[in-house]
């Protein structure tokens, strides 16, 4: 740990979903504290700020040597309020953003980070579960909508045949918005509607997928429902992050993780619970609680031989009752440094330290600013999508039955919201029909 930690024995308060997780004591507060004593003065003023033990997205500058880590999704298959599934962002100094996973709902919780979508336009996917890429249509479709300026590149793995493959799942994907897509080509921006996909070999051994500005990012198989399934390590300025995405404990991870900064591992709901709470009979807990994916006490000893400066443990419902029987599993065989994950947990990683905290986000968030000057439609964009899609360009708009269905008597409102905008802009916006 780094040189202002006294004590690098972990501690760790379970069953409260918003608490601050301590990783270590903290020599500067302790020092304060233990001087301020006795002294007459208040030990902390009663008007001025005071340094939160809270990320709040937004303030706070990224240094040069920073890789800051924020839980976007850490739940499971099923939906709940409280957790999305898998999905964790990492920024870095350099002003790069990776995703990996885009679980089902973690797109809401990106959205709440208020990160412009053109930063958020590299997604690495582990394997095809839903629970790992359901929410793509929506940072795909939504993230344009909300400015994304450039295509959405999407990594993922092979299968062993074609159909198992990610670029099998995202054409798919594409079709399955055709008509979304038709409805919106020639109307607006349309640089944020490509997708690009990189399939990489499944089977590839800690091979390089992405090398850029300083960047590596390595895939290594994965052992989860069939074959396809993969982990990544991502390498920036002497830091190591890796993700696990779902997978049995395998000898891959093992090697390709070993004493990395901060290594992000599945651990499932202990199997009691997977019976008590999740309803599945003691046969179907035991299979999928232990040998489809990884239980607490096998993470545990996952992490006892990578050897990481934080462990991350993921993909389960985190909850007052269940939280205990997950973390004193994991204890029982790992006593290093531990995260439990909820969603919005926020990891600073340097050399020196890793700060662990929760971040406090807004709901009801609107646009992030633009990268860039916002483009007018092209006017081959249309001709363009029917040459792709074979939806020739009089269907994407209305036919003339559906259009002369039109109630014209709001005609006059309308054409004074257009008369508004060009007298307050100070530009002639021509109304459609004219
Ligand atoms: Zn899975
Ligand atoms: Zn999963």
């Known amino acids: 740990m780094g040189m202002s930690k006294i004590l690098t024995t972990s501690i760790f308060t379970v069953g409260l979903a918003t608490v601050l997780h301590v990783s270590s004591y903290d020599e500067p507060v302790i020092l304060t504290a233990m001087a301020q004593s006795g002294q007459d003065e208040p030990m902390v003023s009663p008007v ?48 790069d953003k990776f995703l990996f996973d885009i679980g089902s709902g973690s797109a809401e919780r990106i959205s709440a980070l208020e990160i412009p979508y053109t930063y958020l336009d590299k997604i690495f996917i582990g394997h095809l579960h839903a629970d790992h890429f359901g929410s793509l249509g929506d940072m ?25 493959g990610t670029a099998h799942a995202i054409e798919g994907m594409k079709q399955m918005y055709t008509w979304d897509l038709a409805g919106r080509v020639g109307m607006i921006d349309w640089r944020g509607f490509e997708l690009e ?49 779902d997978t049995y404990p395998n000898k891959w991870f093992l090697e390709y993780a070993k004493d990395a900064d901060i290594v992000i591992h599945e651990c499932f709901i202990a199997v009691p619970d997977l019976v008590r709470k999740m309803k599945f009979t003691p046969e179907q807990a035991l299979v999928v609680g232990t040998q489809i994916h990884t239980a607490p006490e096998a993470f545990g000893k996952v992490m006892t031989e990578v050897n990481p400066r934080m462990a991350v443990a993921y993909h389960f419902f985190k909850d007052y009752d269940t939280t205990a029987e997950v973390h004193d599993r994991i204890r029982s065989t790992y006593d290093g440094p531990l995260s439990l994950a909820e969603d919005f947990m926020v990891w600073n990683v340097t050399k ?28 081959n964009d249309r001709q363009n999508f029917a040459d792709a899609t074979g ?27 257009y008369k508004e905008a060009s007298e307050v802009i100070g530009r002639e916006f021509p109304y459609p029909a004219d």
């Open 48 to 95: 001025k700020s005071r340094e939160r033990e809270t990320y709040y997205p937004n303030s706070e500058d990224l240094a040069p040597d920073e890789m800051r880590v924020i839980a976007c999704g850490t739940g499971m298959p099923t939906q709940r309020m409280a957790q999305a599934a898998a999905c964790f962002l990492v920024e870095l100094g350099n002003g």
């Open 140 to 164: 795909f479709i939504g993230g344009a909508i909300m400015g994304r300026q450039t295509s959405l590149k999407v990594w993922g793995p092979s299968g062993p045949i074609p159909e198992l």
């Open 197 to 245: 996909v990189n399939e990489f070999d499944h089977l590839g051994e800690n091979a390089v997928i992405y090398e850029d500005n300083g960047v590596t990012i390595r895939s290594f198989p994965a052992i989860h429902a069939t074959d396809g399934a993969v982990s990544f390590s991502l390498e920036w300025n002497g830091l190591k992050f890796v993700y696990g995405s």
């Open 352 to 379: 020196d330290d890793i700060k662990v905290r929760m971040a406090v986000v807004e709901e009801a968030t609107w646009a992030p600013p633009l990268t860039g000057p916002a483009e007018l439609p092209g006017e």
């Open 391 to 417: 939806v020739p360009v009089e269907n994407q708009t209305n036919s003339d039955f559906i259009a002369e269905g039109r109630w014209s008597d709001v005609d006059d409102v309308l054409r004074d919201v």
